[in-house]
């Protein structure tokens, strides 16, 4: 059956054992998980990914069917899921085993995904859908999370600490527990002391750097830069890192060779492909060519060795680097 996952809270679950949880919303998924499931099924956890249980699946079999006295009851949770594993989970549904519940995770499934079909019809069976945020919802986890610790924030606050999450609600439940450290000794919090201690420049990650030049970003890719600190360590992380994006890259590319169909090969590729950088992958494919990304790949190495005989230019380097790569030819 489907259900909506601010109805878990509200519904008698104590029947059900098998639950899929679908979506892009991570933050949320992550939440529910911990927050209203878990409480309610059993203590000893099992955490997989797909992958390990189709790699071996009798041994999947055989841990499950193990009773033990210590592990009677079980809490099988498999992440990344697709409809690759429907048939395992199938036959242990089918056996139902009065001491094992599990918790499929996966990211978005299309309506004609059997595994989706499957746990929407059967009875004992939940199917959550989890949609991404907007600027709405996470505000509202802002004035909850408020209301619940006996804060108070302006509207004009709540709506940059919303910004500075950029749209990610794992990233906006940090901000709130550090905003919630800096108001013990405080009563109150001003906009400037938002702005220092929240989501700041030097937090931006590397990645989202690399990503945004190679995508061709421009605006993004000098946002990020000037609002950095960079030092000559980071430069040399971010040319490894623009080297293994670029290999990935030309992975892909080669295998677009014999499968045209880029979704299939972003969601087969291994190592996995998280469902936030899927988007941000198939700009940069659109962006570079073949021959391209070959030429990027031994002019990085190039630069790599210039800044390690010149590390007193080496930001200037890297920074021209990564902008002259995120401009359009």
């Given at each position: 059956m489907i259900i909506k996952y601010f109805e878990l809270k509200k519904k008698n679950l104590d029947e059900i054992k098998y639950y899929l949880l679908y979506g892009n919303n991570k933050g949320l998924i992550e939440e529910t998980i911990k927050s209203v499931l878990k409480p309610i099924l059993p203590k000893n956890i099992f955490n997989y990914d797909e992958i390990e249980i189709l790699n071996n699946p009798e041994s999947f079999k055989e841990k499950i069917n193990n009773k033990s006295f210590f592990e009677d009851?079980?809490?099988?949770?498999?992440?990344?899921?697709?409809?690759?594993?429907l048939k395992i989970i199938e036959e242990v549904i089918k056996n139902d085993l009065e001491d094992i519940a599990i918790i499929?995770?996966?990211?978005?499934?299309e309506k004609k995904s059997k595994i989706r079909n499957y746990f929407e019809k059967e009875k004992n069976t939940t199917c959550v859908p989890f949609y991404e945020d907007n600027h709405q919802t996470l505000a509202k986890v802002v004035q909850n999370f408020l209301r619940e610790k006996n804060l108070k924030l302006s509207q004009q606050n709540i709506n940059i600490i919303v910004e500075r999450s950029r749209g990610d609600r794992i990233n906006l439940n940090n901000e709130l527990t550090k905003i919630e450290n800096y108001l013990k000794n405080k009563k109150n919090i001003s906009e400037n002391e938002i702005l220092?201690?929240?989501?700041?420049?030097?937090?931006?990650?590397?990645?989202?750097?690399v990503d945004n030049s190679l995508a061709k970003n421009k605006l993004r890719t000098l946002t990020i830069l000037n609002e950095n600190n960079f030092n000559t360590e980071d430069c040399i992380l971010i040319l490894r890192i623009f080297l293994s994006k670029l290999k990935r890259l030309l992975k892909i590319k080669t295998q677009q060779q014999k499968d045209k169909n880029l979704d299939n090969i972003i969601s087969s590729f291994r190592p996995p492909i998280f469902w936030k950088e899927k988007e941000i992958v198939k700009q940069q494919i659109k962006k570079l060519e073949y021959d391209k990304i070959k030429e990027l790949?031994?002019?990085?190495?190039?630069?790599?060795?210039?800044i390690k005989k010149n590390p007193t230019s080496s930001i200037f380097i890297v920074s021209d680097f990564i902008l002259e790569n995120a401009i359009e030819n």
């Open positions: 009851q079980k809490l099988i949770i498999i992440k990344r899921v697709s409809d690759k594993i499929l995770v996966s990211e978005n499934l220092k201690i929240t989501n700041l420049a030097e937090n931006y990650q590397v990645g989202e750097l790949i031994i002019k990085t190495n190039n630069i790599e060795f210039l």
